[in-house]
C-alpha cells in the first residue's frame, strides 16, 4: 500500500571514523543505525488516510515545538534543545529529519572527538587563560580610572 524502497528495510551499520589523536589506541564500537521510515503502529500504517492523518499530526506537532524553540533563540529559554527536540519528533515519521538528526549526532561525536585532543584541550586552556588575564587587566584599569560607586552611596 506504500511506496518504500528496500534500502529503508535495510539496517544501515555507521563507518567507523579514526580517533582524533593517533598515539590513542581506542576501540571503535559500531552500532546498527536504525531503519529509515515511518515509526507509526501498524494499524495506522495499514489505512492510507489514518497515515497521512497521522503524518500531518507529527508535521504539525513538531512544527510547533520547533517554532517555539526559534522563539526561544531569542526569548529565555533552551532554544537549541527545543528545536532538537522537534527534529525528534519529525524524525518519528520522516525520512528526510531522521537523516539531519543522524548527520547532526555525527557531528557532534566528531567535535566530540576533537574537543578531547589534547592538542585541541591544551590550546583551549591557553586561549581561555589569556582571555581572562586581558579582562582582569581591562576590569582593573576601568575600577582605577573610574573606582566603584555602590548602588546606595549614588548622590541625586
Do not use: C
Not at 526569548?75 to 527545543?82: H, K
Request: glycine letters at 8%; hydrophobic letters at 55%.
Amino acid at each position: 500500500m506504500h511506496a518504500q524502497s528496500h534500502e529503508r528495510d535495510q539496517t544501515v551499520a555507521p563507518a567507523a571514523t579514526e580517533p582524533a589523536t593517533g598515539d590513542m589506541a581506542a576501540e571503535k564500537v559500531v552500532e546498527p543505525e536504525r531503519v529509515l521510515g515511518s515509526r507509526a503502529p501498524r494499524f495506522i500504517k495499514a489505512s492510507r488516510p489514518l497515515h497521512v492523518s497521522w503524518q500531518v499530526g507529527v508535521f504539525l506537532a513538531g512544527l510547533a515545538v520547533v517554532a517555539a524553540g526559534v522563539a526561544m533563540l531569542v526569548l529565555p529559554g533552551p532554544g537549541w534543545v527545543v528545536i532538537f527536540a522537534g527534529m525528534a519528533i519529525w524524525a518519528t515519521e520522516f525520512v528526510w529529519a531522521q537523516l539531519v538528526l543522524r548527520w547532526t549526532r555525527r557531528k557532534v561525536r566528531e567535535a566530540a572527538q576533537k574537543a578531547l585532543d589534547p592538542k585541541v584541550r591544551r590550546r583551549n586552556i591557553i586561549l581561555t587563560s589569556v582571555g581572562l588575564v586581558i579582562f582582569a587587566v581591562l576590569a582593573g584599569i576601568y575600577l582605577w580610572k573610574f573606582g566603584i560607586v555602590l548602588p546606595w552611596k549614588i548622590d541625586r
